[in-house]
């Protein structure tokens, strides 16, 4: 069994620095937190896989932990918590860090062009 004892100062410290590792980060650690904060601001778009989750470091993971427990057990939501500012800035990096602003657009919609027209038959002069 867990057990996690957090002040308000310790869950708001978590915050903090979750969210400045996940907007300014620039390793492993950088991209599950902001995952992590992404999960927790809009579930239903960002969906969190709970195996990259577990690959924290040991502190980052704790901060988490404590600031999950506290949403869940006083059944708020992270957005009052945060802006969308702060929150658009974690996106961004996550971007960066999974390196989706290199592709200018989805290769799904990327149309090849038509291929050239053939060239003319030649014509034989051998008779």
Request: net charge negative; hydrophobic share 40%.
């Amino acid at each position: 069994m867990i057990t996690l004892t957090a002040t308000a100062n310790d869950i708001e410290r978590a915050l903090q620095d979750l969210h400045t590792l996940a907007a300014n980060g620039e390793h492993n650690d950088a991209r599950h937190a902001g995952e992590f904060l992404l999960a927790l601001y809009e579930g239903d778009s960002y969906p969190l896989n709970l195996q990259d989750f577990a690959n924290l470091c040991p502190t980052v993971m704790r901060q988490a932990m404590q600031l999950l427990t506290f949403l869940m057990i006083t059944g708020t939501s992270l957005n009052k918590f945060i802006s969308d500012e702060a929150m658009e800035a974690v996106r961004d990096n996550l971007s960066i860090l999974r390196c989706q602003g290199f592709m200018a657009e989805k290769v799904s919609s990327f149309q090849r062009p038509e291929p050239p027209a053939p060239p003319p038959a030649r014509l034989s002069s051998c008779r």
